[in-house]
């Protein structure tokens, strides 16, 4: 079972960085399209980023498009995010969601900000940008 751990959560001043990491034991990520969501204080989860498996193209939502890099590092088979220039209303919980694997049949196409896209989540990384 594909068990996701995201880290590199803080807090921050607004026009700040972070970088979120995602990472799975025993798991290789560059099998997986992966999608990184927040959750807001009192707010449904959103996408915000996401990166598909077969060509790594990435895709953002419109308010963090020019701010934030989604990116895998293949030797650490990893996935980060990478956002600059935060604001108050980038604070919620960060989560990441995979979906794929090495032996999946069909492999999924792309990547997506529906949630149910993704079949494994992780535990979330918070993240509070302070005005």
């Known amino acids: 079972q594909l068990q996701l751990v995201e880290s590199g959560g803080g807090l921050v001043q607004s026009g700040g960085s972070l970088r979120l990491s995602c990472e799975a034991s025993?798991?290789?990520?560059?099998?997986?399209?992966i999608g990184w969501f927040r959750q807001a204080p009192g707010k449904e989860r959103e996408g915000v980023a996401c990166?598909?498996?077969?060509?790594?193209?990435?895709y953002y939502e419109s308010r963090v498009k020019g701010r934030s890099t989604i990116s895998r590092d293949n030797a650490k088979k990893t996935v980060s995010l990478q956002m600059s220039n935060l604001r108050p209303d980038d604070t919620g919980v960060y989560y990441c969601?995979?979906?794929?694997?090495?032996?999946?049949?069909?492999?999924?196409?792309?990547?997506?900000?529906?949630?149910?896209?993704?079949?494994?989540w992780g535990q979330g990384t918070q993240v509070t940008v302070s005005s």
């Open positions: 969601a995979a979906v794929g694997g090495e032996y999946a049949n069909p492999t999924p196409w792309g990547c997506s900000h529906q949630i149910s896209f993704y079949d494994y």
């Open positions: 025993n798991f290789n990520l560059n099998y997986y399209a």
């Open positions: 990166i598909s498996r077969k060509d790594d193209i990435p």
